[in-house]
């Protein structure tokens, strides 16, 4: 897991699920998690959820894809509590458990999981390579690696547009290209290694939460965080457009299997 400190408060989640959806801190809600398990079974098996975040997709692993049991994991604690509050809500605390864990190695024995899934969080661990073979550790024989995250379109230097909206973002992104995400996933041992370019997908998503963020819904979300707040949100997401218009900023889905 990643070492950044805690950046999303109660105002934050209030924000991004107004965005996205409830339990939802990443783009396109239950439509692009299905997208991102096309063809992956989960009925009955044991899902690692990496940077579950509030939870909303952590409990639908159970809930909508019946997972015999969840492992949601986060290094922060505010996330974690709203993700638990959650899972009590949808009814499946018995099948899923919310874990705050410290950034660094994944904290359970080798062959835990089935399934290891995460949705755009892995984006905040620099060491793809350390977290493939990670991964690879924790799945059991025959187990799939099944992610989204945003990569860039190369490892060189970021161009000034994309060190601009880095900036605006003000996080600890380790935006990786595909073809490094390729190369750790066959070097830890993975198989069948698939990664798919969602920028056309998102640089529409992108265009229309920008609408929102400026259109006649602005009131109502600068009522439930603050002026300042939803003025820096539109900052943030004016400087994604030219890096996803270019295609240097790059959202993949990406998934192997541990032979």
């Not at 705050?100 to 080798?110: I, N």
Request: proline content about 5%.
């Amino acid at each position: 897991m990643s070492e950044e400190s805690e950046h999303y408060d109660k105002s934050a989640i209030t924000f991004l699920e107004a965005i996205w959806g409830e339990g939802f801190l990443s783009p396109g809600g239950p439509a692009e998690v299905a997208r991102v398990l096309e063809g992956i079974e989960l009925k009955g098996r044991r899902v690692l959820d990496i940077g579950c975040g509030s939870g909303g997709i952590t409990a639908s692993l159970a809930a909508d894809y019946g997972a015999g049991e969840v492992v949601g994991i986060d290094v922060e604690a505010l996330v974690c509590q709203t993700a638990r509050d959650l899972v009590a809500r949808r009814g499946v605390a018995d099948r899923v458990k919310i874990e705050q864990v410290s950034p660094g190695p994944l904290p359970f024995p080798d062959g835990s999981f089935d399934i290891v899934f995460s949705k755009d969080s892995i984006v905040h661990i620099a060491d793809k390579e350390t977290l493939a073979a990670d991964v690879f550790r924790v799945l059991r024989p025959g187990g799939w690696f099944v992610a989204s995250d945003w990569l860039t379109s190369h490892d060189g230097e970021p161009s000034d547009e994309m060190r601009h909206y880095l900036a605006c973002e003000d996080l600890d992104f380790g935006m990786a290209s595909p073809a490094r995400y390729h190369k750790a996933l066959a070097a830890a041992g993975f198989s069948d290694v698939v990664l798919k370019n969602r920028n056309p997908w998102y640089r529409e998503e992108a265009a229309r939460e920008l609408e929102l963020l400026t259109g006649p819904e602005r009131a109502k979300l600068e009522a439930m965080t603050s002026v300042e707040d939803i003025a820096g949100q539109i900052r943030t997401w004016k400087a994604m457009q030219p890096v996803l218009a270019s295609g240097e900023h790059c959202p993949h889905h990406i998934r192997g299997r541990k032979p």
